[in-house]
Structures are given as C-alpha cells and as structure tokens.
C-alpha cells in the first residue's frame, strides 16, 4: 500500500528556477529518502535524512523533514533540463521501505 | 555505493507462460530484499519482502501463488511470474539494503521490464 503522497503530481519549470516537491507520510518514520528515476529507467538516490534531522543539503538539493507534521520536502535549487525526471519521496518504517506517489518534473531549457 | 543487479533487464513471453526474474547483491550480504511494481507513470508499489531461508512476506492483494519468491543466498532473490498475462505486464524492480543496514540507504537494481503478448 502507498504510504506517501507527494505534490505536486506534475511540476514543469523554466530553467534556472527552483523546483520544490513536498511528501507526506502517514506512520511513524526512522528515515526519509529521496530518489529520481528517469523514464523507465532505475532509481538513483538522491538524499537521505534521518527521523532526527530536520534538514540536510546536498549540492543544489535540499531536504527538510518535519516529523511534527509527517512532511519533507525538496527542493532543487537553479534547476536544468537534466533535472526532469520523476522524484520519489521513501519511507523506513517497520522493516519494509514505501514509496510516496512521486512527482513528474519537467524543466524547459 | 553497493550494486545490486537485475536479471533479465527486458523480457518479452506469451501468455500462459513463467518468468524468472533475479535480483543479486554483488559485493555485499542482503538477509532482506525487497520486491517492487511499477506501472507506467505511478509510482513504485511494494509487492513483498523477500527473506533469506524463510518465506516472503507479500503485501496485501499480491498473490503469493502467482508471485513466488525464492530468497535462496545472502545474495539472490528471484521472483517468478506464473502462468504470466497481460496485466502483469510491468516494470519490476527489486532492492537491498546491506545487512545491518535496514534503517539506511537501499540499493536498488536497474530494473526488469516485462511485457506479456
């Protein structure tokens, strides 16, 4: 069953902008990740953040985790056309890692 | 970061028919791997969790006849689509995190791509 629902479903952007894509989560969480997966192809891991960070940065990307509120979000910073892709959003619960219902990006050159 | 390879990357099969498909860790144990669904354009559905010498757990709605997994080695799982139709035409990918590692970063192979005629 999914977990995680993300917005927005579908976020298209001029190059150069900022792409933000937020997840939530319903159950209790040890950590969240992010991924990126080009059409048809497989997963790349982007960022990981543990149940007790609230932020973490990495190059142009940058997490923050609010287990308050069950939410993280993503955000790409002077985004390119390399960039489009889908992003997931996963969770680490008990034992088993779900994935939220992703975000299709598309950045225009 | 640690590989995890996927075997067949495409296949293509009549209907009526069973599909291997494995998933290995190559330079690390996985006691856990993961099995996954995806559709064209949704996202990645959990299809069961996949345990070194015990059975599978499967997720809610997946068929564990239809799907059976076989965790035989700390580094292979195989799942096998049986008696394949249509609808389970799919892309199926599977994870693994390093042993001692299940509340980290999982690995995730590349992918198989099945089309059922």
């Known amino acids: 069953s999914q977990q995680g629902e993300e917005d927005p479903q579908a976020l298209s952007i001029q190059e150069g902008e900022n792409a933000t894509m937020n997840c939530s989560y319903k159950?209790?969480?040890?950590?969240l990740q992010w991924y990126r997966q080009n059409s048809g192809r497989g997963l790349v891991h982007l960022i990981l953040?543990?149940?007790?960070?609230r932020e973490k940065h990495s190059g142009r990307l940058r997490v923050t985790l609010d287990t308050s509120k069950k939410s993280s979000s993503l955000l790409i910073t002077a985004s390119r056309a390399a960039d489009t892709a889908s992003y997931f959003c996963?969770?680490?619960?008990?034992?088993?890692?779900?994935f939220g219902t992703g975000t299709r990006l598309k950045v225009l050159a | 970061g640690a590989v995890v390879s996927q075997h067949p990357s495409r296949v293509i099969c009549k209907s009526g028919t069973s599909v291997k498909i494995e998933c290995r860790s190559l330079?690390?144990?996985?006691?856990?791997m993961f099995w996954y669904r995806q559709f064209p354009k949704q996202s990645l559905m959990l299809m069961a969790t996949?345990?070194?010498?015990?059975?599978?757990?499967?997720e809610q709605g997946v068929e564990k006849d239809k799907f059976l997994i076989n965790h035989a080695s700390l580094t292979l799982s195989t799942l096998t689509v049986t008696s394949a139709h249509p609808e389970d035409s799919s892309f199926y990918i599977c994870?693994?995190?390093?042993?001692?590692?299940?509340?980290?970063?999982?690995?995730f192979g590349p992918g198989t791509r099945l089309t059922v005629l």
């Open positions: 159950t209790s969480i040890n950590n």
């Open positions: 953040i543990r149940s007790n960070e």
């Open positions: 330079d690390f144990q996985a006691t856990t």
């Open positions: 994870s693994a995190p390093p042993t001692g590692g299940i509340w980290n970063e999982q690995f």
């Open positions: 996963s969770t680490s619960g008990t034992y088993k890692y779900i």
């Open positions: 996949s345990n070194e010498g015990s059975k599978a757990t499967y």
